[in-house]
């Protein structure tokens, strides 16, 4: 019965690995889809500062969180998280949704032109430099 | 024949059944019959951050969970603080929340006679399947697409 379960349990780390090391070697090398990644959809610019800091709360985050299970000595429980960090990754992703929300009905409620929508794609400025 | 062997030849099939379909889905994944191009774009072919954080945070708690499983003694399953289902919860709802906004405002701009911009779409393996059951880009006399 030992052997079946290690032989299960190192069967799913290893498939949850090689998917993980698949996806991450096609987003770096671009196969997986990144364009506009950090572009700003509504307004047309390049980086948008609210996508870059959700962008990178989310992997320290990430990073954070796997270090603490790595140095985990209560290995029957996943480690807790701070509270404070937990309301700092909840206002990072509050701030790229309230950015989105305000690009969704700053135009209509008359907070911005309409022009600001119809700004040049960050390709259209590449071809007129 | 006892009920332990039978669930040891159960457990055995199992983790037989669970390694080839696992493998089959990489082997498919590697060779780009599993198409992951789009796994993190929207629906206008733009790379989408909620998406791209959702994926991050479901690796991550899945490793975690493995190896929490794999080096506890005897295994078990890890119970899950509150704070970790909270973060699952922000970054979900994240995500459902943009995902509501981008079609807000995409339908939004579609009856305004502005339709958002979409990102010409990359030729991939997997077919797509037309109004009529009719794969697209294949030729109804010939869906083989035979020479």
Redesign the interface.
């Known amino acids: 019965?030992n052997t079946?379960?290690t032989?299960?349990?190192?069967?799913?780390?290893l498939?949850?690995?090689?998917?993980?090391a698949?996806?991450a070697y096609?987003?770096i090398t671009q196969?997986?889809?990144?364009?506009?990644?950090?572009?700003d959809?509504?307004g047309g610019r390049i980086i948008s500062p609210g996508?870059v800091q959700?962008?990178m709360a989310?992997?320290g985050?990430?990073a954070y969180?796997?270090m603490l299970?790595?140095e985990?000595k209560d290995?029957?429980?996943?480690?807790?998280?701070p509270?404070e960090y937990?309301a700092a990754?909840?206002a990072s992703?509050s701030i790229?949704?309230l950015g989105?929300?305000y690009?969704?009905f700053a135009v209509?409620l008359g907070l911005a032109s309409r022009r600001v929508?119809k700004r040049a794609?960050p390709k259209e400025r590449e071809k007129n430099k | 024949m006892s009920a332990a062997t039978i669930g040891?030849v159960i457990?055995?099939i199992l983790?037989v059944f669970?390694?080839v379909l696992?493998a089959m889905?990489?082997i498919k994944?590697?060779n780009g019959d599993i198409d992951?191009?789009?796994?993190?774009?929207d629906e206008n072919?733009?790379?989408?951050?909620?998406r791209?954080?959702f994926?991050?945070?479901t690796?991550?708690v899945?490793?975690?969970?493995?190896?929490?499983?794999?080096?506890?003694?005897p295994?078990?399953y890890?119970?899950?603080?509150n704070?970790?289902l909270?973060?699952l919860g922000?970054?979900g709802?994240?995500y459902v929340?943009?995902k509501g906004?981008?079609t807000?405002?995409d339908v939004?701009?579609t009856e305004e006679g502005?339709p958002?911009?979409v990102?010409d779409p990359?030729v991939t393996n997997t077919p797509v399947v037309g109004d009529g059951g009719q794969v697209q880009g294949q030729n109804p006399q010939n869906p083989q697409n035979v020479p």
């Open positions: 019965m079946l379960a032989v299960l349990r190192w069967e799913l780390m498939v949850l690995i090689v998917l993980a698949i996806v096609r987003m196969q997986i889809n990144v364009t506009g990644l950090l572009m959809k509504t996508r959700m962008l989310s992997i985050m990430a969180y796997l299970v790595f985990s290995k029957g429980r996943l480690p807790e998280l509270n937990l990754f909840g992703h790229f949704l989105k929300l690009g969704r209509p929508g794609k | 040891l457990g055995w983790t669970i390694g696992a889905i990489v994944i590697f992951l191009n789009y796994i993190i774009s072919g733009w790379a989408s951050l909620s791209f954080q994926l991050i945070f690796f991550v899945a490793m975690s969970l493995f190896y929490l499983i794999l080096t506890a003694a295994p078990k890890p119970e899950i603080p704070q970790i909270a973060l922000i970054s709802g994240s929340v943009s906004i981008q807000s405002r939004g701009m502005h958002p911009e990102k990359k």
